[in-house]
């Protein structure tokens, strides 16, 4: 990867390290709140849970991102990288922040969950640990954006390479999300940790991280969109079946991922029935850019197929190479895209999202969307990267049980939450009395998600491990990493389809149209701030 190699295998190497410690934590959380553990101490437990969430959502996802970015940015623009010191200051910005909100975690200074929730307060520290981590990641941001405007000075008139024009409209995707939290901690959180303030304002705080909350599950799945467009039809066998039906759903994720976070506020009263409307109807566009990918990924897959030999209506799916780890991921992936999405519809719904709102069915939902369907194409993506980056092999029967044990173990976890959420369990609990009638049908269920947590475990242990191991193993030669040809490869395409600036003034403009009225509303309103409670000791 001309020069970039070291820096895209310190990003995967942190990124995985950070998963096994996340991962333990989680299925620890379902074992002791399940009845097949007594009851621990709660602060123990909201511990446990900022760390998992707080790795889990800032920084794993950011640093494979962030990783990929820098591996595309290679290999797609066919020159070496700029920067190179830029981008290591980014990867150690994301690490020092990580380690110190992480340690403030741990020192039980910080129980607050990653959605911070005011007026619960936790110390600075964790705080500063946030936002360092993402000021960090805004260099990478700058780097990608850098890049392909390097690259269309020099190839004027040039479409730029797909898998380049995808990972710069994830990088703006969160440079534009990540100001929603950046600013609630900025301009609310710290100066109240600091004493600088008296209160604090929950309601203008959930705005602001609304602003973030949904976006940012777009700036995770990303990655495993590239993956899908630029490394799976090549890994079938086949070709993209259209570039520039590619471009168009980045195009919308960009737009349509911005203006919604107001759906997730639907029973909080500071905000008018009619922007959470607003956003309700801007959550179900969401679903156009991920049919189009659906439905270009599945022809590019039958392209494949029948290209090596698949005959019938859907002959061509059993003739895809299904031992190859990137089919095999991507195939898991879309069932369980397919699952959480068809949850994520009762949770946009303005009317039914109330049956499920705080319920397990949500923690269900961002779980199999996040931890299943996204996740797994990390795994894909890592095991594409991880020999070319090393110059060793990985063992393809061990990967493959990975994936599937991954697979399983989502599926044993967020299946019986579902259920135990449709028959009203709240989240972000501690422990639930299992004795009392009303919560005894559930046990079985949520007994049956704690194991489901530990086949995570040792799925998390298994990758680890294979990629560690791949140390030990002789150095071979590797095929050079390539992205998916289309099937008609674009000579020349419109500027709207080759670049950014008039979908960043229309993400600008939704914004504005979308947030600046409940936000200009919260900081009018007189008498909505209420004094911090600090959490820890």
């Known amino acids: 990867m001309q020069g970039s190699r070291k820096l895209v295998l310190a990003h995967f190497g942190a990124a995985f390290a950070m998963l096994a410690f996340a991962i333990p934590l989680g299925a620890w959380q379902m074992l002791v709140r399940s009845p097949l553990h007594r009851w621990v101490d709660p602060e123990r437990y909201y511990i446990a849970v900022t760390a998992h969430g707080s790795t889990l959502a800032y920084i794993f996802p950011t640093l494979v991102a962030m990783g990929f970015g820098y591996a595309v940015c290679a290999v797609a623009l066919g020159r070496p990288m700029r920067g190179m010191a830029m981008a290591w200051l980014s990867l150690w910005l994301v690490l020092g922040g990580a380690a110190m909100a992480l340690l403030t975690v741990a020192g039980g200074k910080a129980t607050v969950l990653y959605t911070f929730y005011p007026p619960l307060l936790a110390s600075a520290w964790y705080y500063l640990g946030i936002l360092c981590a993402v000021a960090g990641s805004w260099i990478w941001v700058w780097l990608m954006v850098w890049h392909f405007r390097q690259w269309k000075r020099d190839h004027p008139g040039l479409p730029v390479p797909l898998a380049m024009f995808a990972t710069t409209a994830a990088a703006l995707l969160w440079a534009w999300t990540s100001l929603g939290v950046g600013s609630e901690i900025v301009f609310l959180i710290l100066p109240n940790a600091f004493g600088w303030t008296s209160s604090i304002d929950p309601g203008l705080a959930r705005v602001l991280f609304s602003w973030t909350l949904h976006a940012i599950v777009y700036f995770w799945l990303m990655p495993a969109y590239i993956a899908f467009y630029v490394l799976l039809p090549q890994a079938a066998g086949g070709r993209l079946y259209s570039d520039r039906m590619g471009r168009i759903a980045f195009l919308q994720l960009l737009v349509f991922s911005m203006p919604i976070g107001l759906h997730h506020l639907f029973t909080d009263p500071q905000v008018g029935a009619g922007f959470k409307f607003l956003h309700a109807v801007f959550t179900g566009m969401v679903a156009v850019p991920t049919l189009l990918t659906i439905f270009t990924i599945c022809a590019s897959l039958e392209i494949a197929g029948r290209l090596r030999g698949g005959r019938g209506l859907f002959g061509w799916v059993a003739a895809l190479p299904w031992q190859q780890p990137m089919v095999l991921a991507s195939g ?110 559930q046990a079985i269920w949520v007994a049956l998600s704690a194991v489901g947590g530990f086949v995570l475990v040792l799925s998390t242990l298994l990758l680890v491990g294979m990629l560690l191991a791949s140390f030990r193993r002789g150095i071979s030669v590797q095929p050079p990493l390539r992205f998916s040809l289309a099937i008609e490869p674009p000579r020349s395409l419109p500027a709207s389809l080759n670049g950014f600036g008039v979908w960043v ?24 701030a209420v004094a911090a409670f600090p959490t820890g000791g």
């Not at 369907?373 to 980056?389: D, G, K, T």
């Not at 939704?510 to 200009?520: K, Q, R, S």
């Open 332 to 441: 898991l992936s879309l069932l369980m895209l397919g699952l959480g999405g068809a949850g994520g519809l009762i949770n946009m719904s303005y009317a039914m999202n109330a049956t499920v709102h705080n319920t397990q069915f949500v923690t269900a939902h961002f779980h199999l969307i996040f931890g299943g369907a996204v996740v797994i194409m990390y795994f894909a993506i890592a095991y594409e990267l991880w020999p070319r980056l090393t110059g060793r092999a990985l063992p393809s029967a061990l990967m493959r049980l990975q994936l599937w044990s991954w697979f399983a173990g989502m599926l044993i976890v967020t299946l019986p939450w579902h259920v135990v959420g449709l028959m009203g369990q709240p989240r972000r609990m501690s422990y639930y009395d299992y004795t009392d009638p009303a919560l005894a049908p």
């Open 505 to 528: 003034v229309l993400v600008a403009a939704l914004t504005v149209t979308n947030y600046g009225f409940p936000i200009a509303q919260a900081l009018a309103a007189r008498g909505s």
